[in-house]
């Protein structure tokens, strides 16, 4: 079983910047898709960024420019960077894996949560 964990909750500023790191346990083969979701209340949870093995990545457009996603293979750990934060950021957010686990068994794993709030 893959388990994710989160770190990087934080309270701030307009126009300030968190990091967020997801790191992973259990038998892992690969990694095709690590990604960053988020949530904010009364609204359904959506794609922030993800980044395939191969280093592609994609954006929502409401961070582009502003948020960047990185992943170290090695460590199998994705982090984001994000600066120039909005309180319209303000949300929970989970990494997610999608891969594959010995005995060729696909997952697709998240992380617990960690909560953001952007607010003066």
């Known amino acids: 079983q893959v388990q994710l964990v989160e770190s990087g909750v934080g309270l701030v500023q307009p126009g300030g910047s968190l990091r967020l790191a997801c790191a992973a346990s259990?038998?892992?083969?690969?990694?095709?898709?690590m990604g960053w979701y988020r949530q904010a209340p009364g609204k359904q949870r959506e794609l922030v960024a993800s980044?395939?093995?191969?280093?592609?990545?994609n954006y929502v457009d409401s961070v582009k420019g502003r948020f960047t996603i990185s992943r170290d293979n090695a460590k199998k750990t994705v982090a984001l960077q994000m600066n120039s934060l909005k309180p319209e950021d303000t949300a929970a957010y989970f990494c997610?894996?999608?891969?594959?686990?010995?005995?060729?068994?696909?997952?697709?794993?998240w992380g617990q949560g960690t909560q953001v709030t952007v607010s003066s």
């Open positions: 980044i395939t093995s191969g280093g592609s990545t």
């Open positions: 259990g038998m892992i083969i690969s990694i095709d898709v």
């Open positions: 997610n894996y999608q891969g594959v686990a010995p005995g060729r068994r696909n997952f697709d794993s």
